[in-house]
């Protein structure tokens, strides 16, 4: 999961992870904001997860530790993006109750493609290496979706540590603009932080998952206005928890580059030619004017040619949660391009 600094790519790199579009304004049109009611105390069939990880062997053991605690007790799919510090092999040695692919290369975001397709659970919640679920926190997030049918994404109150600080991030997402459903049982989001998100494994499998070419950094910010499109709801729900406690073992450089090449692939892939227009000048105003925003800029170029062949413009609906979310984009602290 990307720290506060790092959410790009949907102008957070979440920018990592990203870009993810939430936004500080008023609440989403919703019926009072109930939280739903947990249901049962003992194991969860209805909720997995999947984690991917890479070159992080000492934080993952950490965070199987913490999942092979949970309450619910949920199925768990490691996806080993590639590591050469014997991660696959400490996996299968110490946690050897979760299943585990070992990939030879780095897959990034779409490892969790390959994580979902061995579940059959209704619901998959996401987590990296860094990060790990508060107990209850699935079971109440699969209760959530069991009440709502066309909600697709909860993403939880994110909680930094040590410490226990929420990340700046959850001011916007608790304060997002965003008009959704009034049947919501929380603020409505235009896009979600993948690490710290419960999806409907229904609506994952329709948009296709996360697309291979934008690898990692604000990649789902393109599913989010997929999702949307196709009438799905996402929101945020503060009764779920997250802890983050960022690794050291990072490339904040490529992550910065990636974030950026994605925001614009992003934008042009599905907004309208004016908003468009008006997010790419603002990106190319407020980025840091250096080397690895060059090597950024280069890749959005050169991938010109797939992303204007298969643009698709959003419709009115969905188009209509981005354009929310144009201001908080604007002064947003935890959504910055640096590195």
């Known amino acids: 999961m990307t720290g506060p600094a790092q959410h790009v790519a949907g102008e957070h790199a979440a920018a990592e992870h990203a870009a993810a579009e939430h936004a500080a304004g008023e609440h ?11 249901t049962g105390t003992g194991a969860d069939p209805r909720v997995a997860v999947v984690v991917i990880t890479h070159d992080r062997r000492d934080e993952l ?4 530790s913490r999942l092979r605690e949970l309450p619910e007790q949920p199925h768990v799919v490691v996806v080993d993006n590639g590591s050469a510090d014997g991660t696959a092999d400490a996996v299968r040695r110490q946690h050897p109750w979760a299943e585990l692919i070992a990939s030879p290369e780095n897959l990034g975001a779409v490892g969790r493609n390959l994580g979902v397709a061995r579940l059959d659970t209704p619901y998959v919640a996401f987590c990296d290496d860094d990060t790990w679920w508060e107990p209850g926190s699935l079971r109440t997030a699969a209760d959530a979706l069991d009440a709502h049918p066309r909600l697709a994404v909860l993403t939880a109150r994110i909680l930094v540590e040590p410490g226990g600080v929420e990340d700046p991030i959850v001011a916007e997402l608790r304060d997002s603009p965003v008009v959704g459903a009034d049947w919501l049982p929380g603020p409505a989001l235009g896009s979600f932080l993948a ?24 990649e ?8 949307a499109a196709r009438g799905w709801e996402l929101c945020y729900l503060p009764s779920l928890t997250v802890h983050h406690q960022a690794s050291t073992a990072r490339d904040p ?4 580059a990636d974030g950026i090449r994605n925001t614009l692939w992003t934008t ?13 000048l603002h990106l190319l105003r407020t980025v840091p004017r250096d080397r690895v925003t060059a090597r950024g800029l280069v890749a959005a170029v050169k991938g010109a040619p797939w992303v204007l062949r298969e643009r698709r413009v ?10 929310a979310l144009e201001h908080v984009q604007k002064s947003s602290t935890a959504r910055r391009y640096v590195s």
């Open 195 to 218: 690490g710290a998100s419960v999806l409907r494994r229904e609506a994952f499998d329709e948009v296709g998952g996360f697309d291979e070419r934008l690898w990692l950094g604000g």
């Open 220 to 227: 789902e910010e393109l599913m989010a206005g997929d999702l």
């Open 61 to 64: 053991l950490l965070a199987l």
């Open 253 to 256: 450089h490529k992550r910065r």
């Open 314 to 323: 959003l419709p009115p609906h969905a188009e209509a949660r981005f354009a």
């Open 268 to 280: 042009w892939l599905r907004r309208p030619l004016r908003p468009a227009l008006r997010r790419t």
């Open 28 to 38: 989403a049109v919703t019926s009072g904001l109930t939280e739903p009611v947990a």
